[in-house]
């Protein structure tokens, strides 16, 4: 099994095993929750196949922004005991994801970009001047809230009054979120642009430990909840008529697209060469924003896990 094989049947002899898109979770004992990142990638709301590595840079970078947003508000993790694995506190997520969103960006429905060229300019209840530009920033960061999905279904987009007014959070506990959500998203952008990267958006999971305290979960800043920027190529692109360089998966779903593929039936095979440029891409990100060198486990995945699981599931 090379390195770049997914998880989906791995076996660790654990109860309470659930699979996402690209994360396998088991509940351990104590309150906690083991989380693999596996390297599938996604696209269109499906898993299309895998990148080689990407499982392993997207745990490091969120582990080592885990790291670096302490003082701001308390995560989840507990330990990283594999580069493709964290041990986290078993959190009750809260059934909103918090996006927040520093430019005016994006050609889903929920993005503001495709709703402001057609003229609306009250979007997730913010009223938009009339001068902005594509790609440009907003005259300051805003939160813009969607329910969590069910399966099957497409994340809803909803205002922060609606979060109180529909009792998915409580007012007080929401108005914590929004201050964390506003204070890791200015962290980002700070630590981004000394990268070299521009942050346009963004999106937080928070849940509550089991004695009630606030935690950010999931994952943090990484190119796959993140849309980061490369800033020195962005004028010239935008000069160009280009959308800006992006550090994620962008160029699965350029190539998916120009291959007419939209999301139904099976999808075509992937060129070796996007894959290749896409973990190309991951890995900058991770190099350029840590300044470490990315050096991915030298054990098949499957042993490798075992054997640094081991001690961790056994304590």
Not at 95 to 110: A, D, M, Y
Not at 149 to 177: F, K, N, R, S, Y
Not at 279 to 301: C, K, M, N
């Amino acid at each position: 099994m090379d390195p770049g094989a997914t998880l989906d049947t791995i076996d660790l002899d654990l109860p309470d095993h659930t699979s996402g898109k690209v994360r396998e979770a088991w509940r351990l004992p104590d309150d906690r929750r083991l989380l693999v990142t596996t390297d599938r990638i996604s696209a269109f709301d499906r898993v299309l196949g895998t990148v080689q590595h990407k499982g392993q840079v997207l745990n490091q970078i969120a582990a080592w922004w885990f790291n670096r947003t302490r003082d701001i508000v308390a995560n989840h993790v507990i330990d990283v005991p594999d580069p493709n694995a964290l041990i986290a506190v078993d959190a009750d997520p809260l059934p909103v994801e918090v996006v927040v969103r520093g430019r005016l960006t994006g050609s889903t429905s929920t993005s503001l970009l495709p709703r402001y060229e057609a003229g609306d300019r009250l979007l997730y209840g913010y009223r938009l001047p009339d001068d902005l530009t594509a790609h440009g920033p907003l005259p300051e960061p805003l939160i813009t809230p969607t329910t969590k999905a069910t399966e099957g279904g497409h994340d809803q987009p909803i205002t922060c009054d609606e979060v109180v007014e529909l009792g998915l959070v409580e007012v007080g506990l929401w108005a914590q979120v929004q201050k964390a959500a506003l204070d890791l998203f200015e962290r980002g952008t700070t630590v981004a642009a000394d990268a070299g990267f521009i942050l346009a958006d963004t999106k937080y999971e928070f849940g509550l430990a089991p004695g009630g305290e606030l935690l950010l979960i999931d994952e943090v800043h990484t190119p796959d909840s993140s849309r980061f920027w490369a800033a020195e190529t962005m004028e010239d692109r935008l000069a160009a008529g280009l959308a800006p360089e992006s550090f994620d998966k962008e160029p699965v779903r350029l190539a998916l697209k120009a291959a007419g593929y939209g999301g139904d039936g099976p999808p075509p095979d992937l060129d070796p060469r996007v894959l290749a440029d896409t973990t190309a891409r991951y890995v900058d990100f991770y190099q350029r924003l840590t300044g470490s060198t990315f050096e991915p486990g030298a054990q098949p995945i499957f042993d490798r896990l075992r054997a640094n699981l081991e001690p961790v599931l056994n304590a």
